[in-house]
């Protein structure tokens, strides 16, 4: 686990502490099923503490993140966006809705294939209102929204035709070099991510 989610994942747990001792009953299960690792088990007690007090944001900041855990993306973006009707300063809810909106993207259902222009568009969107919230300087949002847009632009280039669609294609690579750039600034030794400044240059100049 990286920094990041072990932040927000310590970050779920303290902040509720207060209200699970308070309330007890399925959401406090939910949270010591979460602490055990046991996200499907978590989902199975939250879901009940859910039906219990719907507008709950510490029982609902939980869910979510237990279905993104289980790789239940599509809930974990119906229960992230509740969270955020409730509470539209928490950053990491566009985090992880972002997250699922992107990992839907590069590996969608059948039925869902036609919709994975949408879910780039809005992972990268996410990550962006995540970056407004959180400071410039979060090295893990800009490492998501940047390889977001590059996920984007890869799956842009294989329909391009026109000279204005590989014109847009280039521009989203560009974005990802952006925050690509924006890390290294701030973490100059990131051999992970000067490899994909690499990678996206080659990308561009195959466009060309």
Do not use: H, W
């Not at 709950?56 to 289980?70: D, I, P």
């Not at 809005?122 to 990550?127: E, H, V, Y």
Request: one cysteine or more; hydrophobic letters at 40%.
């Amino acid at each position: 686990m990286n920094y990041l989610k072990q932040a927000i994942f310590l970050l779920i747990v303290f902040s509720t502490a207060t209200s699970m001792a308070q309330t007890g009953g399925y959401d406090k299960l939910g949270m010591q099923a979460m602490m055990k690792g046991d996200f499907k088990g978590a989902v199975s007690q939250l879901e009940k503490a859910d039906v219990k007090n719907p507008n709950n944001a510490e029982v609902l900041k939980m869910l979510g993140y237990s279905y993104f855990q289980c790789g239940d993306f599509e809930n974990a973006i119906s229960t992230y966006t509740r969270l955020i009707a409730l509470k539209p300063s928490e950053y990491s809810a566009y985090y992880y809705r972002g997250k699922a909106r992107q990992n839907i993207a590069n590996d969608p259902k059948e039925s869902l294939n036609q919709m994975r222009d949408n879910f780039y568009v809005s992972a990268i969107k996410d990550f962006t209102k995540a970056i407004e919230i959180s400071g410039e300087e979060n090295a893990q949002l800009l490492q998501n929204r940047g390889i977001a847009y590059k996920d984007y632009a890869i799956f842009k280039s294989y329909k391009v035709k026109k000279a204005t669609e590989k014109t847009a294609c280039i521009a989203l690579f560009n974005n990802a070099t952006s925050d690509f750039q924006k890390i290294l600034i701030i973490q100059p030794q990131r051999k992970d991510i000067l490899s994909l400044v690499d990678y996206v240059k080659a990308q561009i100049t195959s466009l060309k």
